[in-house]
């Protein structure tokens, strides 16, 4: 198992800058999280197969693998009054209305409860604008001044398409496939997608980027180890964490072993399931080495049941 800080990693790994909105960003995706939570979902049957288009059929005909999950984003639709959880989502938005359009936006108000956004095409002279602004009276941004008229054509420049932004694009693609979104992958991606046209040293300082966030991820959750334990053991009683951590060479605490049982999964195993306990696992790859093992059981329904994970 790969050693990993369990305290508050004091220098962010080389090449990577800790963003200035990282805090209001991380704000956005929980609210998006949440949100997206709350929506209804089919039901689970079993024995059912779920329906596939037929570009996913034919994908399998072809003896060909799915490339994960699609890059989905907003449909950009923005409105004078919209509301929003903060700055970042503003932001989203507007990047939702750059992919939707092609239009050249560029970002003209940086200020940290103000933020503008304009169109630079037609040499500067086009009249769409947005701005919003995070009301004194108000927890919400809210957009007071949007003017929804283009003069100019677009023609694959956007000036909003930085290596930030094409390496939250492509974070989640890149986290699952690092080895197939190299930057050529990327660059055409984004053209064939979006329309909009990236140089090639775009994509590899977006790629670059999106690797080391992904590797500082596990530094930053990490750190929360305990914080989690804690949580559930405040949240539910009898339940039992056990967090192992060892020293390093300068002395701080490094992951070795994690434990957790659901007083609630033990219970029901005691009380309806046939008494019969297996391990399964499975090995984990990339920056974190080791097993993942799971302590299983079996219902009256012959299926898995969990009771135990440590890893």
């Known amino acids: ?181 190299m930057p050529l992958k990327m660059e055409q991606t984004i053209m064939e997608k979006w329309k909009i046209s990236v140089t090639r040293g775009q994509c590899q300082a977006a790629r670059r980027k999106a690797l080391a966030l992904i590797e500082l991820e596990y530094d930053t959750q990490f750190e929360r180890l305990r914080d989690y334990g804690a949580e559930i053991l405040e949240a539910n009683k009898g339940y039992v964490v056990e967090v192992e951590t060892v020293k390093n060479e300068a002395g701080q605490d490094v992951f070795k072993r994690f434990y957790v049982c659901f007083d609630a999964l033990r219970r029901t195993w005691k009380q309806s399931c046939r008494p019969l306990i297996g391990v399964d696992g499975c090995f984990l790859k990339e920056k974190i080495k080791g097993q993942l093992l799971v302590a299983l059981g079996k219902d009256a329904d012959n299926a898995i049941y969990p009771m135990a994970t440590w890893s």
Request: charged share 30%.
């Open 1 to 181: 198992m790969a050693m990993v800080p369990v305290n508050p990693v004091p220098n962010p790994p080389p090449g990577v800058d800790f963003d200035a909105e990282a805090e209001d960003r991380d704000e956005f995706h929980i609210n998006k999280l949440a949100t997206d939570f709350t929506e209804a979902e089919e039901s689970i049957r079993h024995n059912v197969y779920p329906e596939s288009d037929d570009e996913d059929e034919e994908r399998v005909r072809s003896g060909g693998a799915s490339r994960g999950t699609p890059i989905v984003r907003g449909d950009g639709s923005m409105y004078k009054g919209q509301s929003f959880y903060n700055g970042i989502a503003f932001k989203e938005c507007v990047l939702d209305y750059a992919l939707v359009s092609g239009c050249n936006l560029k970002q003209y108000r940086y200020d940290r409860d103000r933020i503008g956004f304009k169109c630079v095409g037609a040499k500067g002279k086009c009249m769409w604008k947005v701005y919003a602004a995070c009301l004194h009276n108000e927890s919400m941004w809210r957009i007071t001044l949007y003017t929804n008229k283009h003069i100019c054509v677009p023609n694959g420049e956007c000036e909003m398409f930085k290596v930030p932004v094409i390496a939250r694009l492509f974070l989640d693609k890149i986290r699952e496939e690092p080895e197939y979104y």
